[in-house]
């Protein structure tokens, strides 16, 4: 079997499994449910708890992303957030969302000139 005809089974292989996994239902735990316990930082940076009431503020902290199963992952998340690169990459979206309203991808372009 020569090079082409390798690469040509490969294909077919690839294209079966694609298929086999698009047709595959995935099964998504649904979370939180109803008094799911979660965890959250709060405006200080401190790791919360609540429990799941589905109300506006439980919505809110889906929306952007501040709710977690464990303690670990909030207190992770955080650590996340605390990097020099991560507060500097928001400051930018920050700017580019204030400044951007009227384009309809949010993307901010930012160019450097040096002497280097």
């Known amino acids: 079997m020569n090079t082409l005809d390798k690469i040509k089974q ?3 292989q690839l294209a079966a499994l694609r298929k086999e996994v698009e047709n595959k ?3 998504q735990e649904e979370w ?3 008094g799911d316990k979660y965890y959250y930082l709060d405006a200080e940076g401190d790791t919360e708890y609540d429990h799941f009431h589905n109300w506006e503020f439980d919505k809110y902290l889906q ?3 501040n709710m977690f199963k464990t303690e670990e992952e ?3 998340y955080k650590q996340y957030l605390m990097k020099p690169s991560t507060s500097a990459r928001a400051k930018l979206q920050m700017w580019a969302d204030k400044n951007n309203e009227n384009f ?6 930012l160019f450097i000139e040096t002497d280097l």
């Open 74 to 76: 909030a207190k992770a």
């Open 10 to 12: 490969l294909e077919d």
């Open 32 to 34: 939180p449910k109803l």
């Open 104 to 109: 309809e991808d949010s993307y901010c372009y």
């Open 63 to 65: 929306q952007i992303g």
């Open 25 to 27: 239902p995935i099964k």
